[in-house]
Nanobody, 125 residues
Framework: QVQLVESGGGLVQAGGSLRVSCAAS????????MAWFRQAPGKEREFVAA????????YYADSVKGRFTISRDNAKSTVYLQMNSLKPEDTAVYYC??????????????????WGQGTQVTVSS
């Protein structure tokens, strides 16, 4: 079992930056492909970014490419999402996900083994 806990969400003005974190307990994260998803009010959950087990390769949704950066610190069992140049349309609850058997492309399906409870990110215009 892996427990994931997100933190770092909050309110930020458009154009600002925020970093959200996902801390894992129960098992080391180094065996898992990791990803961030988000869900805005009234919308379906959508894929944001993914990262391989080693952290060497990443994959981003077109809507965040060039603005968001996913990274991991396996020693701390933590995954990060650095969000720059934030826009009001980035407002959502952000969830991290861990999956042992998926590639960074497959994890986009949203059928991960483990999910956090989410952290709210609100971008004001």
């Amino acid at each position: 079992q892996v427990q994931l806990v997100e933190s770092g969400g909050g309110l930020v003005q458009a154009g600002g930056s925020l970093r959200v974190s996902c801390a894992a307990s129960g098992r080391t994260l180094s065996s898992y492909t990791m990803a961030w998803f988000r869900q805005a009010p009234g919308k379906e959950r959508e894929f944001v970014a993914a990262l391989t087990r080693s952290g060497a390769n990443t994959y981003y949704a077109d809507s965040v490419k060039g603005r968001f950066t996913i990274s991991r610190d396996n020693a701390k069992s933590t995954v990060y999402l650095q969000m720059n140049s934030l826009k009001p349309e980035d407002t959502a609850v952000y969830y991290c996900a861990a999956d042992r058997g998926s590639t960074i492309v497959e994890i986009r399906s949203g059928r991960s083994d483990y999910w956090g409870q989410g952290t709210q990110v609100t971008v004001s215009s």
